[in-house]
């Protein structure tokens, strides 16, 4: 059985423009022939797709899962040592400078994905 998808879509152009960039990151396109005025409609606009369905992401192996939670403590500790207060009072000391919302979260372990 193929792995081939022929998708035939019809609708206003906008409309169909709008169906054919979702279905791009759906497919693997191997064929797309498109624009062309509907016949039987009038201001209509088809497209005629073919592809493969695009495999979404597995998920990590365990061993990759380990790895990856190994490596965030270290960088968790490092960032507790770059963070450490010399006058004894942890990271709201009034004497040194106040630690940016977003290491905090780090050292909290939060998941944290700058803007």
């Not at 960039?21 to 209509?44: F, I, M, Q, V, Y």
């Not at 500790?77 to 400078?97: I, K, N, S, V, Y």
């Amino acid at each position: 059985m193929s792995e081939l998808l022929d998708v035939r879509v019809i609708g206003a152009p906008e409309v169909a423009d709008q169906a054919i960039a979702r279905l791009r990151e759906l497919l693997d396109l191997d064929r797309l022939h498109g624009p062309c005025p509907s016949r039987k409609s009038p201001g209509l606009a088809r497209f005629y797709l073919t592809g493969r369905l695009r495999h979404t992401e597995s998920p990590a192996p365990a061993g990759e899962v380990e790895r990856l939670e190994r490596e965030a403590s270290r960088l968790r500790a490092a960032l507790e040592l770059l963070t450490a207060c010399q006058h004894g009072q942890g990271l709201d000391c009034p004497a040194c400078e106040p630690v940016p919302d977003l290491v905090r979260q780090a050292l909290q372990g939060e998941v944290v994905r700058p803007a």
